[in-house]
């Protein structure tokens, strides 16, 4: 089945509060620093999204009364650029991604999630990501550490992402299996990395 429309884009994003957020690389650099990492890298994906030039909506993962100085700049990028912001609903990941997929293909046929760790997620591979969903129910660009970077789909059945252990090594073969059993044509892109460990906050930094 061929889209009519281009996909609804999702970043999905924590709100950014010391000794919340990035808790691997705050065992490490500390938790104002991992608040810091934080930032810069939702920033950065937050830019390769807007560039893919699919419509957006970035995803808070919470909603508070009042706003941290932290997150000013992210929230004016958001504001100049018209990008719509809701908060994530659902008791666990999964279920926020699902209820979030499920509300981009009833209003667009077919929506695609970015998590806000995942800087290596350029516009063109959102676009490979769109393009598979012309032929696939559902389109996953795996991590190298057994998550994914994205999730896309335009057709959705209920439950299809109850049961991974999300953040662990078998996420990604888990919702690969889970998805199956749904009787979902699953289709994955290449892998890329994303920054959990100090060690990959120190690759982000070189490549920067």
């Known amino acids: 089945m061929i889209m009519q429309h281009p996909p609804a884009l999702?970043?999905?994003?924590?709100w950014p509060q010391k000794g919340q957020v990035k808790t691997r690389l705050a065992a490490e650099l500390g938790e104002r620093k991992a608040l810091e990492a934080h930032l810069v890298l939702t920033d950065t994906v937050l830019k390769n999204l807007m560039d893919s030039g699919y419509p957006l909506t970035f995803w808070w993962?919470?909603?508070?009364?009042?706003?941290?100085?932290?997150?000013?700049?992210?929230?004016l990028r958001l504001r100049k650029g018209g990008i719509p912001q809701r908060v994530q609903q659902g008791a666990g990941l999964g279920e926020r991604m699902a209820n979030a997929l499920d509300e981009a293909i009833a209003h667009a046929g077919a929506g695609m999630i970015v998590g806000s760790d995942c800087p290596a997620v350029t516009p063109d591979y959102v676009r490979r990501a769109a393009q598979t969903l012309e032929t696939a129910d559902v389109v996953i660009g795996p991590s190298n550490d057994g998550g994914f970077v994205l999730i896309g789909a335009k057709r959705s059945v209920p439950g299809m992402l109850e049961?991974?252990?999300?953040?662990?090594?078998?996420a990604l073969a888990q919702t690969q299996a889970a998805l199956h059993e749904k009787g979902l044509q699953v289709e994955c892109l290449e892998p890329l990395w994303d920054v959990d460990e100090p060690e990959d906050w120190a690759r982000f930094q070189r490549l920067r």
């Open 10 to 14: 999702m970043q999905f994003a924590k």
């Open 61 to 75: 993962d919470r909603e508070l009364t009042e706003t941290p100085i932290e997150a000013e700049g992210i929230l």
């Open 163 to 170: 049961g991974p252990a999300w953040g662990s090594e078998q």
